[in-house]
């Protein structure tokens, strides 16, 4: 894929008549996930010179369950309910370090579990080592975007994950002198030299300060958008290599930061907001302690990754693709899909960042030529943002999706450039064949 290239996935996945060289590509064995992987990375490696990177890594099901009386045999498991079919996606998200800016997809994980999938007692999961368990995903995707970043020659990548990624493998295997790591605690750990466990010592420092963020909602939790207050403590920890662990193959004990944000007086019926994080970046003031906290809350990004691919946006799940096989390779492509609607949410409102970063030098003349029929008589009806920034390109895309482009009303969400940014793609294919830009191989 180019480096602007687009996928139209819900043409893709619900309108058969249009879909059928996609479906044959798809279906192409030939065509491997690896490939199209590859792909996403070859974009990423273009935008990461010279900057600190935030790799930000989690894991998603896409659930098949709807289809699974029609969906060819071969290749098919189940996800996490053991009995629901789907497979696993697990991609890296880009950043700039410096503005949260998604830039690209550094690399992407895909499995299935067996229809016979056993649970962790009966498979002595805790003895296994690292490389036969799935949470050695975590592992590999460091390991892929540490090659893809470095021929990108980016100056500093920092791994980003939420708790299911504290292991002390990580820790131990992970930081380097261009690599370090940042999680949220999962286990309350052994501090060498200390009386007191993580969570404890954590709790008996002092305060460094409070500050204030912007909680989203999130309904699984059944927690209400807020700004909430925090605390801030800080302390620099010695964790001990758990004793299931080889000695010969972790060292006995490694040197973390360790940072506390806890929510003062939260809502009646709220659970306060409770961070501990664990990093290898150095945090011996408030200064840096709030770096890493915002860095953190940089990981919602992936949430809107993932709701982009599935209901919210994409509807990958709604696929008619009847293999497996072919869905992955689809799940792979709208990625690239959904990271250009992250962008077109984070540039919404910034006139600084310049088009280009999701349009093609072809795609932005489009948007000019569009532009005019867009706009409304008033100076309130009118793209209030430069030509050529993101901002004035998000602002066509919105109105293209439906949005009635008053500043007043709600900003464009997700569905509504979804919709825009499928009307402008079959409309730059019609703009392209009028002008004789289209070049046609056989």
Known sequence: MGKHQSVNIRQISKNRAEQVGYYRFLENQNVTVGELVRSLGDHCVSHVEG???LAISDTSEINLQSHAGRLKALGVGVVGNNTDVGFYIHPTLILDAENGFPLGISTVKLWTRDINHQDKHERNYQLLPIEKKESYKWLHSAEETQKCLTIGNAK?????ADRESDMYEEFATVPNQNNHVLVRARIDRRLVGKTSSLYTYLNQQPSEGTYTVDVPADARIRRTAREALLIVRRAMVKIQRPDKLN???YPPSVTLYA?????????PGQAPIHWRLLTTHQVVCLEQALRVIRWYTWRWRIEQLFATLKTAGLNLE????????????LAVLALSVSVRILQLIQGRDNPDLPANLAFSPEQQQCLLTLAPSLEGKTLLQQNPYPPSSLAWATWIIARLGGWSGYKSQKPPGITTLVRGLEQFESTFFGWKLALGLLVCTP
């Not at 500093?156 to 980003?160: A, D, E, L, Q």
């Not at 940072?259 to 809502?267: D, G, K, Q, R």
């Not at 709604?318 to 992955?328: D, F, G, H, P, V």
């Open 318 to 329: 709604a696929t008619q693709l009847e293999s497996i096989a072919a869905i992955q390779r």
């Open 51 to 53: 900057k600190h990177i």
């Open 156 to 160: 500093i990548v920092t791994h980003i």
């Open 247 to 249: 000695g010969q193959d």
């Open 259 to 267: 940072v506390e944000a806890v929510e003062v007086n939260p809502p």
